[in-house]
T-cell receptor, first 114, second 116 residues
């Protein structure tokens, strides 16, 4: 079975550029989560969706960050304009029957903003 | 507000030693769920176990065992006869209640190094 698929695996770009991270959840999962992992702050929940609807975006750092889920099989996390402090590993996870079932994580996108 | 504390930041052991990773949590809910995830050097997050607040039975899976004690709000993880492949960062996490408003809060993680 295919797991959560994230792309790209690595992204290096200059500050000020727009960055788009992509995620394909596991088929049949109706919850999708975006996390950010940094050394200083650990794993932080940014936003999560249920049935394609954003439920809680209180973890989104600021207006430069936005996330969408146009359908059940695709989500994007966009940063515009990007800044060096956005450098981190971004994980997407999906689940069903939260929290009875565990969240399954993608391999992450390592983002470096120069 | 829910909170997870992993007081140990780094642990180093020699192969075949037993090691216990501590996790203490805070929650006001009576219904909650506890998780352990493993992050090996390759970077992915791997689910290990889920436990709900009504089930205090300890669990054993091969060399792994978990001790859940509500009286001390702890959910500790023991690796018996550790192996080099156990080297990873281990995260404890908590989710309160259920339904659409369930968030997963992670601890800071414990870096375990197993030396040959």
């Amino acid at each position: 079975d295919a797991g959560v698929i994230q792309s790209p695996r690595h992204e290096v770009t200059e500050m000020g550029q727009e960055v788009t991270l992509r995620c394909k959840p596991i088929s049949g999962h109706d919850y999708l989560f975006w996390y950010r992992q940094t050394m200083m702050r650990g794993l932080e929940l940014l936003i999560y969706f249920n049935n394609n609807v954003p439920i809680d975006d209180s973890g989104m750092p600021e207006d430069r960050f936005s996330a969408k889920m146009p359908n059940a099989s695709f989500s994007t996390l966009k940063i515009q304009p990007s800044e060096p402090r956005d450098s981190a590993v971004y994980f997407c996870a999906s689940s069903t029957q939260v929290p009875l079932q565990p969240q399954h994580f993608g391999d992450g996108t390592r983002l470096s903003i120069l | 507000a829910q909170k997870v504390t992993q007081a140990q930041t780094e642990i180093s052991v020699v192969e075949k030693e037993d090691v216990t990773l501590d996790c203490v949590y805070e929650t006001r809910d009576t219904t909650y769920y506890l998780f352990w995830y493993k992050q090996p050097p390759s970077g992915e997050l791997v689910f290990l176990i889920r436990r709900n607040s009504f089930d205090e039975q300890n669990e054993i899976s091969g060399r792994y065992s978990w001790n859940f004690q509500k009286s001390t709000s702890s959910f500790n993880f023991t690796i018996t006869a550790s192996q080099v492949v156990d080297s990873a960062v281990y995260f404890c996490a908590l989710s309160e209640g259920g339904g659409a408003n369930s968030k997963l809060t992670f601890g800071k993680g414990i870096t375990l190094s197993v030396r040959p």
